[in-house]
């Protein structure tokens, strides 16, 4: 499979811990996004990366969250100290870096946070 | 600011009925892309067409149609003789095109849920 790989599928966590999700992007792909997407709504830009530059961050991207894309190839999303608030679906997308092609999405990490 | 809006929140039709979902943007960039996605219940967004800003010309694929109109800043999806498969929530979207960093991020409205009923 060559789509937008994210692990786990799902997490339930009790509030005030920490979690970790991963993302794969489509291997040639240099643009990475993170998304969320709560119940009802579309899906939410949080942040950017061109290789392992993170270039954007959105307001919702409060400083309990941290995204990495180390080597430019997979990337993370941490929140800290989580809240019932963070509880949402966390989408992935990578594109290409030429051109306006659309963005391919993994099938998310839902978060329940109790 | 950008904005998406989907004014239907939720469709019923019975199979083979036509379906229009509608989808009103604003934006004050003069170059931008439009995109229709849809989420199964799986939850992964599939990509369904982007049009850029210079490009009015109506596009069909199948059964699907979309109706872009620069005039009244709207992007309507038309499904025509609809089936169960069919069934999941549309999303229209809006690309922020950021040259100083290349980014392409979507805006997305709020989705439409279709439901086809046999």
């Known amino acids: 499979d060559t789509g937008v790989s994210q692990d786990p599928r799902h997490k339930i966590t009790k509030r005030g811990q920490n979690v970790t999700f991963r993302c794969d992007p489509i291997?040639?792909?240099?643009?990475l996004y993170w998304y969320r997407q709560t119940l009802g709504q579309g899906p939410e830009f949080l942040t950017y990366?061109?290789?392992?530059?993170?270039?954007?961050k959105s307001r919702l991207l409060s400083d309990r969250f941290s995204a990495e894309r180390p080597k430019g190839s997979f990337s993370t999303l941490e929140i800290q100290r989580t809240e019932q608030g963070d509880s949402a679906m966390y989408l992935c997308?990578?594109?290409?870096?030429?051109?306006?092609?659309?963005?391919?999405f993994g099938q998310g990490t839902r978060l329940t946070v109790v | 600011a950008q904005k998406v809006t989907q004014a239907q929140t939720e469709i019923s039709v019975v199979e083979k009925e036509d379906v229009t979902l509608d989808c009103v943007y604003e934006t004050r960039d003069t170059t931008y892309y439009l995109f229709w996605y849809k989420q199964p219940p799986s939850g992964e967004l599939v990509f369904l067409i982007r049009r850029n800003s210079f490009d009015e010309q109506n596009e069909i694929s199948g059964r699907y149609s979309w109706n872009f109109q620069k005039s009244t800043s709207s992007f309507n999806f038309t499904i025509t003789a609809s089936q169960v498969v069919d069934s999941a929530v549309y999303f229209c979207?809006?690309?922020?095109?950021?040259?100083?960093?290349?980014?392409?991020?979507?805006?997305f409205g709020s989705g439409t849920r279709l439901q086809v009923q046999p």
């Open positions: 979207a809006l690309s922020d095109v950021r040259g100083d960093t290349g980014r392409r991020a979507l805006t």
């Open positions: 990366f061109q290789n392992e530059a993170q270039l954007e």
């Open positions: 997308a990578s594109s290409p870096s030429r051109g306006n092609t659309e963005a391919f």
């Open positions: 291997s040639e792909h240099n643009r």
